[in-house]
């Protein structure tokens, strides 16, 4: 179990990234970003391309994660501007529409190939208790919980913070009230990619992607922001890791290991279920 | 309706749409410095429109908007407030799931003014705004706009659903306000509270001013208030 437990920390890391970038851009903007990891994607492969011609590794990174913030920033322009009235679910459907674009645009642009990422630590590793695990692992979790605390900081600590939760609530009395709604909504949508590009670049050394399958671990993502009712921050990264895990183990029972991919999915309906539990008991009554 | 000091707010033939029906027409008011101008009118008779049109919630359909001489009428609603325009909406708009003292801090970094106004606020400076009585509620949105030191303040409906003592005591602030100098345009539906606080009265039926008179002439005689207000919630009930 250990063994699955350290196996499971570099996907979980990227997980709960996701996780926690769908939370912030849904509460902050009443958005389901179903993007965000395309978004990543795009930083990540940029990655790629740049330590294949050369470029060092770290300020490969940089470039990748100021490329999902531009992206970010671009989506939050829109949304800010052209979709500013418009209702929740309309602003929730575009975003797949730039899901989809993204998708053909990587696949055009990256191949369906996949690669593999250097690690940054070059492969280096700790055994801890009896389990080894590389230094990109840990700064991987680390990361994902510097987000976390970040995240949880800049909400409640600062006005910056107070000022976006008031947005969250009720946008037409925050700008009243003076709070730039336009230009915050285009900042959580930048750091929101930038997050993204971040979680898809630590996942590349544990498991190596083609483009569209690194888009698709938005399931795991939505699964853990679904744990945090899309709004708690450590509820979802925590909910991020146990996904991780789940699939890890699972990958030791040879019976249903094949399956592990549907690990989100029966995460997400099971929660659902469970949500719903209440309403169910009651009617049978 | 004019005020020998140059007008900070001053609205010419604005008209307002919704849905498709006017529901302001060519509405003209000015507002000077330390003006308190009351708007009255029954229900439905346009008067939380024009206030949303001079702040920019909705967008007038015609006319314009002028604020310290500057045109506003396109303006977006964070340069209206950056130019000095406040708004208390209708319906206690307090962020309810933010505490006292988070609700003030949207507003200002330096709330302290608004526990001096208020100082019932203070002890309760933790408690999400949610959980205050409806009262507190008036006094913490009428609080957050003013420690935003408007120069024009435009307050929706402030006595609504509201005991006297409580109503005296936010109008009391408004007056303050004006005092210090605010330009102040005031949505009321109690003709009471409305010559109570303000210098100028007008009356707006069906998205038209019907009566703008000296408030202190209102006070001696109020029959034509009366008239054009009574008149008006006829024609709203004979709708």
Known sequence: MIRSLAASLGSGAAYALFGVCIVLVYRLTGTLNFAITAVGAVGAFTMLVLVETGTAIVAAAAVAVAMGAAIGALMGTLFATWFRDSERLTRSTVTIAVLLGLLAAGFRVFGDNPRVARPFFGGRFEEIAGVRVTYDTAMAVLVALAVGTAASLVMHRTRVGIRLRAMAEDPVTAEVDGVPVGGLTVAVWGVSGAIAALGAILVGPSRPAAFAPLVFLLLPGLAAALAGRFSRVWTTLGTGFVIAFLEAHSGRFSDISRYRGTIPFLFILGLLLWQRRAESWDDAR | ?239
């Not at chain 2, 849905?19 to 027409?25: N, S």
């Not at chain 2, 396109?74 to 708009?93: D, K, Y």
């Not at chain 2, 009585?133 to 935003?148: D, F, H, K, N």
């Not at chain 2, 009471?192 to 001013?209: K, N, P, Q, Y």
Request: a positive charge; aromatic letters at 2%; charged letters at 25%.
């Open chain 2, 1 to 239: 309706m004019s005020s020998a000091k140059p007008p900070v707010l001053a609205v010419r033939d604005l008209v307002v749409v919704r849905g498709g029906v006017p529901v302001v027409r060519r509405v003209t008011l000015e507002v000077g410095t330390s003006e308190v101008m009351a708007i009255v009118g029954p229900n439905g008779s346009g008067k939380t429109s024009m206030l949303e049109a001079v702040s920019g919630v909705v967008k007038a359909s015609g006319g314009s908007v002028a604020l310290h001489g500057s045109d506003i009428t396109r303006a977006s609603r964070r340069r209206r407030s950056r130019l000095g325009l406040g708004h208390v909406r209708q319906g206690r708009a307090v962020f309810s799931d933010l505490s006292v003292e988070e609700n003030l801090r949207v507003a200002a970094r330096d709330t302290d003014p608004a526990y001096e106004m208020f100082p019932e606020l203070r002890a309760r400076s933790g408690t999400p705004a949610r959980e205050l009585s409806g009262g507190e509620q008036q006094m913490l949105v009428l609080a957050r706009t003013l420690i935003a030191r408007p120069s024009c303040l435009l307050i929706d409906e402030i006595s609504l659903g509201l005991a006297p003592t409580v109503v005296r005591r936010l109008t009391g602030a408004v007056k303050e306000a004006a005092r210090a100098g605010a330009a102040v345009l005031l949505v009321e539906q109690y003709t009471s509270v409305a010559l109570d606080v303000a210098d100028v009265v007008s009356v707006l039926v069906r998205g038209e001013t019907v009566l703008s008179e000296r408030a202190d002439v209102l006070r001696e005689d109020p029959r034509e208030l009366q008239r054009a207000y009574m008149g008006a919630a006829a024609d709203a009930a004979g709708k």
